[in-house]
């Protein structure tokens, strides 16, 4: 096991800089998730970890050593990727134990760690003399892991692993993940688009968006203070409303339109009077009030069992709205509904920079 730095770590291909300048200690045993949208570089920055990219600048340091001129196979890592990259002639014993061969481990040595990552990984014997062909996509993945585990490596990477499964098999599978990284305590890195596989497998998160850290933090921290609009509406499902609002006055509410307006609570940022900002409220923070301070006409009704959303509009200009309520909730469409929020619950954006306010 061990300590991975990142220290400023760039990439360009050509002229073209896609990573720019990534700060972070990823602590002993810790696991890190890597999250943001599709191209904004957080699949670039693991294969630079895992030394599949080369490095335009910066240095990435595992175990206190910089192994930025190190290959793969000298950096005491063990990577699962988003296809599994299984060898389809061999069997799941031989694809688990190859790795280990080809380090010439001795026969018996192997044996002891391939049998113990099946035992770990519910890996049978009759399912060790298969081929891959004759797995299903969670178990080919298993064997995937279990490859990267007999290895005993000091630092876990994960590429977007659970990505070709159903939807199903992926939240089983995200159980087996967290579960196998915190009885193993390696340290490990991974990478998802998925913003509920970040926040339940993450002790921490760090989110990218166009190769730049927009936050680094715990995930009920990024939940409840994002950095900026970008991290407010990619955590958190369904995403953040986030609305353009006015300051009053006296500082004491934020004024969507001239019929919703919002109190706002004393730990907000003062000296805000009259100034334009960014509303943020989470869907789920919405409760309805006979004494709501805010109308919301009823656009569409989403029943989901356990919770409803329903999408609407606040006041004469439309402000598009989503809330989520808990439980079965029936609405007739164009219905009055009336909501308030706790002034705990208000995040307040700068509008032209898009982070946070105080």
């Known amino acids: 096991m061990a300590e991975v730095s990142l220290r400023d770590i760039r990439k360009s291909y050509g002229d073209t800089p896609v990573i720019h300048g990534?700060?972070?200690?990823?602590?002993d045993g810790e696991f890190l998730v890597i999250v943001g949208p599709s191209g904004c570089g957080k699949s670039t920055l693991l294969r630079m970890i895992a030394g599949l990219e080369t490095i335009s600048?910066?240095?990435v340091a595992i175990g206190n050593r910089v192994v930025n001129a190190l290959e793969p196979a000298e950096r005491d890592i063990a990577m699962v990727f988003q296809n599994y990259a299984l060898y389809p002639h061999m069997s799941?014993?031989?694809n688990m134990a190859y790795g280990l061969k080809i380090r010439k481990i001795p026969k018996t040595e192997i044996e002891s760690r391939?049998?113990?990552?099946?035992?770990?990984?519910?890996l049978d014997d009759d399912m060790l003399h298969r081929k891959p062909r004759q797995l299903s996509g969670g178990q080919r993945q298993r064997v995937a892991m279990g490859r990267a585990i007999v290895r005993e490596p000091s630092v876990f990477l994960f590429d977007e692993p659970l990505s070709n499964l159903d939807a199903k098999l992926r939240v089983?599978?995200?159980i087996e993940i967290k579960k196998l990284q915190e009885s193993l305590g390696i340290t490990s890195i991974y990478v998802t688009h998925d913003q509920v596989e970040a926040m339940t497998l993450g002790h921490r998160l760090l989110v990218l968006n166009g190769g730049n850290v927009e936050q680094l933090g715990t995930p009920i921290t990024l939940y409840e203070e994002p950095a900026s609009t970008f991290v407010a509406g990619f955590i958190g499902s369904p995403a953040m409303n986030l609305l353009p609002a006015r300051i009053g006055d006296t500082g004491a509410t934020a004024a969507i339109n001239e019929q919703a307006a919002f109190r706002l609570g004393n730990g907000q940022p003062q000296n805000l009077a009259g100034r334009p900002v960014t509303l943020g409220i989470r869907p789920e923070h919405f409760e309805i009030s006979d004494k709501g301070s805010v109308v919301l006409t009823v656009d569409l009704v989403e029943q989901l069992g356990a919770d409803t959303i329903v999408h609407g509009n606040l006041g004469s200009n439309g402000v598009a709205v989503t809330v989520r309520l808990r439980g079965v909730v029936s609405l007739e469409?164009?219905?009055k509904l009336p909501l308030s929020v706790s002034p705990d619950h208000l995040h307040l954006f700068d509008q032209e920079t898009g982070k946070r306010l105080g």
Request: overall charge negative.
């Open 114 to 122: 391939v049998r113990k990552a099946a035992v770990i990984l519910e």
């Open 172 to 174: 089983q599978m995200r």
């Open 57 to 59: 600048g910066g240095e």
């Open 333 to 335: 469409l164009g219905a």
């Open 22 to 27: 990534v700060e972070c200690d990823i602590d």
């Open 92 to 94: 799941v014993f031989d």
